[in-house]
């Protein structure tokens, strides 16, 4: 499972998989809408809001039950991976560290390359959010669709936030989790902007958006449009 790569780290990818296969079997019901419209192969790009720290394991999980010989990239925020323990089993699982509000040349065109070659998991808002609200997307994020062109892939998760609950330290059983795979973005107008900035916002603007349809309209689509707007 994960395609090619070092022993170890595909063992961890697979350990990982069935772990999760018997944790929600554990926990309550899961719900997969829209699985037809994840492609097989690489250059795809999967844009998910975050709600939980487990959404890292369970949107690898929902992909590899389709994919199982694809690798997937995760791009993780820095600190996560600085954690003991848990910092070396997502660097097994793949995730790759971004330094937020830093420009790190090197990390991004390798994160441009991951997105060229493999299926690549970012969640745009750079954070998880802590009431469930769908905030506002990265700018960043517009640049390596622009620059690497993959399919992008929207993504709605709902639910997992309910299975450890702010406050709460154990996981409790009877979460109804759902995640819904939209059709692949259509960004034609938005990377044929000439100005990268505009591009890149514009395209952010767009998944946002179509992220907000994919949560049965929880967010008002106008206050992600300019949140992302606003963003440098």
Same mark, same amino acid.
């Given at each position: 499972m994960g395609g090619p790569g070092p022993f170890v780290e595909r063992m961890v990818i697979l350990l990982t998989y069935y772990t999760v296969t018997l944790f929600l079997r554990w926990v309550g019901r899961v719900r997969v809408v829209g699985k037809e419209h994840i492609p097989s192969g690489g250059g795809v790009l999967f844009l998910a809001n975050h709600i939980s720290a487990l959404d890292v394991f369970f949107l690898p999980w929902v992909i590899y039950g389709k994919f199982p010989q694809d690798r997937i990239y995760i791009i993780a925020k820095e600190e996560l991976l600085e954690i003991p323990?848990?910092?070396?089993?997502?660097? &097994?699982?793949?995730? *790759? =560290? #971004?330094?937020?509000? &830093? $420009?790190?040349?090197? $990390? #991004?065109? /390798?994160?441009?390359? *991951?997105?060229? %070659?493999? !299926?690549?998991?970012? +969640?745009?808002?750079? @954070?998880?959010?802590?009431?469930?609200?769908?905030?506002?997307? %990265?700018?960043?994020?517009?640049? *390596?669709?622009?620059?690497?062109? =993959? /399919?992008?892939?929207?993504?709605? #998760?709902?639910? @997992?936030?309910?299975?450890?609950?702010?406050? !709460?330290? *154990? =996981?409790?059983?009877? $979460?109804?989790?759902?995640?819904? +795979?939209?059709? =692949?973005?259509?960004?034609?107008?938005?990377?044929?902007?000439? %100005? @990268? &900035?505009?591009?890149?916002?514009?395209?952010?603007? &767009?998944?946002?958006?179509t992220i907000s349809t994919h949560l049965d309209g929880s967010i008002e689509v106008a206050d992600v449009l300019t949140k992302a707007s606003g963003r440098d």
């Open positions: 323990l848990i910092g070396w089993w997502l660097s &097994k699982l793949r995730a *790759f =560290p #971004i330094k937020r509000g &830093k $420009a790190d040349l090197g $990390a #991004i065109r /390798t994160i441009e390359e *991951f997105i060229r %070659n493999d !299926k690549v998991l970012i +969640f745009p808002e750079g @954070t998880r959010s802590l009431d469930g609200k769908l905030g506002p997307g %990265n700018r960043m994020v517009g640049r *390596f669709i622009r620059a690497a062109r =993959p /399919t992008v892939i929207p993504v709605g #998760i709902k639910g @997992t936030n309910g299975i450890v609950p702010v406050g !709460k330290k *154990f =996981p409790r059983r009877g $979460a109804e989790i759902e995640v819904v +795979f939209g059709p =692949p973005l259509e960004l034609g107008d938005e990377l044929a902007i000439e %100005n @990268t &900035k505009e591009s890149s916002v514009r395209i952010v603007e &767009k998944a946002m958006a």
